[in-house]
């Protein structure tokens, strides 16, 4: 889903969960859009930090956030969930990165980070992480 598409989703039970996925890699980002969405996600794109938190302050509200950690701009993915803390977003956040430290100190340093993947992605594991993630939350 493009940002320009529908942010608010309607208030439904039955409705697919909506995951915000950020990652500056357009090809990366594609496949997993895809691949989301082919498991049953619903998925609203930003390929920068900067635009993630732009939909979020636009109203978006979003069951979960996958990031990667190191994107262009002034805010990298751990930037991104240090401001969802802030405003005190409720929605778990799962940070992506080839660099697996930086996967560890980023997990320690915010508290809303509930999952990892390390690159390069296993689409059938990030799946099932987030599913689990999101039934710990309800």
């Not at 002034?74 to 930037?79: E, L, Q, T």
């Not at 996967?103 to 689990?132: M, Q, W």
Request: with cysteine.
């Amino acid at each position: 889903m493009s940002p320009a598409e529908e942010l608010m989703p309607e208030a439904n039970p039955a409705a697919p969960h909506v995951v915000l996925l950020v990652e500056d890699e357009v090809l990366i980002r594609l496949a997993t859009a895809d691949h989301l969405r082919e498991a049953g996600f619903k998925v609203v794109e930003a390929g920068t930090a900067s635009e993630a938190q732009e939909l979020i302050k636009a109203g978006l509200q979003v069951d979960l956030v996958f990031t990667d950690i190191t994107m262009p701009g002034a805010m990298d993915g751990v930037g991104l969930c240090r401001w969802l803390q802030g405003i005190g977003a409720t929605a778990p956040v799962m940070l992506a990165s080839g660099v697996p430290r930086a996967l560890e100190s980023a997990k320690r340093d915010c508290t809303n980070v509930f999952g990892v993947a390390a690159k390069p992605y296993d689409l059938d594991h990030i799946v099932s992480r987030i599913r689990s993630i999101l039934a710990e939350q309800s």
